[in-house]
């Protein structure tokens, strides 16, 4: 048959796929999520996330060697006190759980980029991600007491911040604090289109951080919008973020391709708690091949346009990469 254009041309042979990909990918590009626990000499499997642990800080040796061997030293850090009050007082005190992990992991891996998740639902009693009026979260009183928790952080060692709450105002609040403390270097990763979602189920038994009452709905985005994210990037920008996060990731691609044609700061996926979780689960099923479905799932996200990726994947998805098996 006279065909001019085939383009089975191109997918004859695994060197020539390789050469024309159009999507290449990089370990490091990743950032591992990570859940430190009060107590002592606790590395406990987190039911909901299989192959995910809460970890003491006293056994952050054993992370930083398991991140090491991955080839992974880029973490975002969750904290879990055990204290939780209406304030979230845990969370900016310069002995808590995230500080003293950062100060352990600085003495252990001064090599390592360490990120911070600026929230306050894990600390707080009702589980919500801010200061409560009535049944709401008030929105201003809550950015006083997020920019205290990101100076915080960054006096205990973390080389960036990443507020996770969704309240209006906090990316200017935060630099702010910053900027008067001497911190102006200080990146903030805004996780500027943050959708209410179902997906983060799993990581809400992990962290304890369910809401006791109600949803958050009031302050995460709802999933039916695109042109909402728009809004919230181009606020954050001005408000000085650094970089930009779309979570969670698998749904919302279309919303990645979106932010990353309009904004030219670096763009941030989270692939969150459920979606590795329902991977796990139907891999634990025989239902797929848990390596390949890892693997395209992350190059999908990436293809959408992500730079970076926030994933509970990120020590296998490094070997995946380093092997040529995502391109
Ligand atoms: C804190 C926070 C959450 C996640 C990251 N930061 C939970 C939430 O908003 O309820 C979810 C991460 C995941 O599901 O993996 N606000």
Avoid at 42 to 52: A, C, D, F, L
Avoid at 237 to 247: C, F, I, P, R, S
Wanted: net charge negative; hydrophobic share 40%.
């Amino acid at each position: 048959m006279k065909l001019t254009k085939r383009p089975r041309r191109l997918r004859s042979s695994e060197s020539l796929r390789k050469l024309v990909r159009e999507t290449r990918v990089s370990p490091e590009s990743l950032i591992y999520p990570v859940f430190f626990v009060e107590g002592e000499g606790v590395k406990r499997e987190i039911p909901s996330m299989p192959g995910q642990y809460h970890w003491s800080v006293d056994r952050a040796g054993e992370l930083v060697e398991l991140c090491r061997c991955a080839g992974v030293s880029r973490l975002l850090l969750f904290g879990i006190p055990d204290h939780k009050d209406g304030c979230a007082s845990a969370a900016f005190d310069p002995e808590g759980i995230i500080q003293r992990a950062m100060r352990a992991l600085k003495a252990l891996a001064p090599e390592f980029y360490l990120i911070t998740d600026v929230c306050m639902c894990e600390y707080t009693d009702h589980g919500h991600c801010g200061i409560l009026h009535g049944r709401e979260v008030d929105n201003d009183a809550t950015l006083e007491v997020l920019s205290r928790i990101a100076l915080s952080h960054v006096e205990a060692g973390a080389d960036m911040v990443a507020p996770s709450d969704m309240m209006d105002g906090r990316i200017a609040a935060i630099r702010t604090i910053l900027d008067e403390n001497g911190h102006e270097n200080t990146p903030i990763l805004s996780y500027a289109a943050k959708y209410a979602s179902a997906f983060y189920g799993p990581f809400r038994e992990a962290a304890g951080s369910a809401p006791a009452f109600g949803d958050r709905r009031g302050y995460q985005m709802d999933p039916h919008n695109v042109r909402e994210a728009l809004k919230e990037c181009a606020l954050d920008v001005e408000e000085g973020a650094d970089l930009l996060m779309v979570k969670p990731a698998l749904a919302y691609l279309d919303v990645i391709a979106k932010v990353k044609q309009r904004f030219d700061l670096p763009l941030c996926a989270y692939a969150v708690s459920g979606e590795y979780a329902m991977a796990k689960a139907a891999a634990a099923a025989g239902l797929i091949d848990e390596y390949r479905v890892m693997c395209e799932s992350a190059v999908a996200v990436y293809r959408a346009g992500a730079d970076l990726l926030i994933t509970y994947y990120a020590p296998e998805l490094a070997g995946a990469m380093r092997r040529g098996d995502l391109g």
